[in-house]
């Protein structure tokens, strides 16, 4: 007996080494010293100026093949070109599509691969009858309480204006770039992205171009979004989720509700959309565990023990984590049931009933194997199974090894002079429109270096957009980092 308690009591103190030793080893040293350089000068109160001003066209996008409103992309584009007449006038400018721009600064080294910063016009509606729930009207361009106010603040005309004003003022600083840098923006990301991204895409495939590495929007520095941090965190998505939705339909022979079959074609499609919900996609761990790597020792020891043994915990990672929907989008393909649709009356058999679900990718699965798993659980030969709207496949998983995470966390870290700033990867659970870029870049991220608390971040698609001056300025001054950075 006591052989045996001296056996097990030596197990677990092996065990525990094991746990500690890996927890110690992938945690990475999230404290460099912050290196700052001179800062750059932006004239902080006119960029302010002209990013709220652009808030003030309503470039609300419409789905392809439908052409942009000319009403307001036009004027839109003829702003811009006001706005940053030096970029308009030095480098090669073509129109794509109806109103995207793709904007060439061509640089002095033809062997270096072109690195390409990107952003979208477009933006969502504001929901009518929620005007009256902003503080400051949606489409008027406000400046108040240290914010610029409106739709597309975020998302994602701070991206927009802050790339332009960066390179306005390197041109006038004489900034040769020593690669081509490529300047896109798009106009229908919010609808999917075939009329601007995906045409800019197929352009510069045309023309044999290889990225060294794409920016979009998608990651950010936060502000007491990640649990337990309490400093800034910047947010680099090295990828993103792939976008599925799958349309479930049954027919059968209607009739009076009076005698109904054993099962109706309503009740086929809600068993089978139960099937697909109760049997959740399996969990990969290892987005996130790179994740929290990088939080380092900012996260607590027992979430980075379960993460850095994910072999061992694996199975029980749910009932160990906080309910967190978040987070644990960033672990699997995710299932959303949508839309449903069945009879048109109460006491009348449907002659068909639809349900849309959706279904968020994680890299490492694909949108045949999400089909196949979706037909699998369903079983029911009597159910259509159809994909419905747009398509996209998970991302290729960039490294943080490469070119461009460096160069970026670089950037990031000589704007940002907090000294309890982390950068860590994590995986963008949306699509962007730096997927379309995908088959010819090397690398894409998704940053973009304006702050977001929990209120900024309630703003995306919703009311009360809004961007902080301070927050703004900064993202302009990562961009102006970076391609010095990248193209000195
Ligand atoms: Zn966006």
Redesign the pocket.
Known sequence: MKKIFLLFSLGMVLLASVLVGRTLLTTESSVEPPERLSTVTVDGEAATGRLARALTYRTVSRPYPEPQNPATFGPFVEYLKSAYPTVFSRLEVETVGGYSLLIRWPGSQPGLKPILLMS?MDVVPVIPGTEKRWRHPPYDGVVSDGYIWGRGAL??KSGVLGILEAVEVLLHEDFFPSRDIYLAFGED??VGGQQGALQIASLLESRGVRLEFVLD?GGAITRGIVPGVSGPVALIGPAEKGYLSLELSAEDAGGHSSQPPPVTAAGRVARAVDRIQSNPFPLTMEHTATFIAHLGEEVSFVQRMVFANAWLFGPFIEQLLPDNPALIAGMRTTVAPTMLAGSVKDNVLPMEARAVVNFRIIPGESVASVTARVEALVDDERIGVEPYGFVSEPSPVASTDSFGYRMLERSIRQVVGDPALVIAPRLVIGA?DARHFARIADASFRFLGVTLGPEELKGFHGTNERVSVEGYLEAIKIYYRLIRNAAS
């Open positions: 979208h998302d994602d990301e919010e929007e962007t």
